[in-house]
Nanobody, 114 residues
Framework: QVQLVESGGGLVQAGGSLGLSCAASRVRFSIGAMGWFRQAPGKQRELVATITRSGTTNYADSVKGRFTISRDNAKNTVYLQMNSLKPEDTAVYYC????????WGQGTQVTVSS
């Protein structure tokens, strides 16, 4: 069973930057799409960005131009660089990977203070 471990969350002031990473382990089959989702208190989980194995990316409109998703297939790792952060970006960020099944990380808190 694939395990996803996220790192890099924390507290940052509005306008600042944070980088998240998510490493997959126990991978038996190649990982297809990977992505980041987030869930703010009282809200549903929402897509932030996804990236295919070949590098095609997709972003939520709310983060376009500010966030960049990337991946290293050799390391089974996906990254999210977040710039120009806003208080509304505050949420728990979850890593997602598809390898025959959907797998989720445990989540990492990102808090943006105004």
């Amino acid at each position: 069973q694939v395990q996803l471990v996220e790192s890099g969350g924390g507290l940052v002031q509005a306008g600042g930057s944070l980088g998240l990473s998510c490493a997959a382990s126990r991978v038996r089959f190649s990982i297809g799409a990977m992505g980041w989702f987030r869930q703010a208190p009282g809200k549903q989980r929402e897509l932030v960005a996804t990236i295919t194995r070949s590098g095609t990316t997709n972003y939520a409109d709310s983060v376009k131009g500010r966030f960049t998703i990337s991946r290293d297939n050799a390391k089974n790792t996906v990254y999210l660089q977040m710039n120009s952060l806003k208080p509304e970006d505050t949420a728990v960020y979850y890593c997602n990977a598809f390898s025959l099944y959907d797998y989720w990380g445990q989540g990492t808190q990102v808090t943006v203070s105004s």
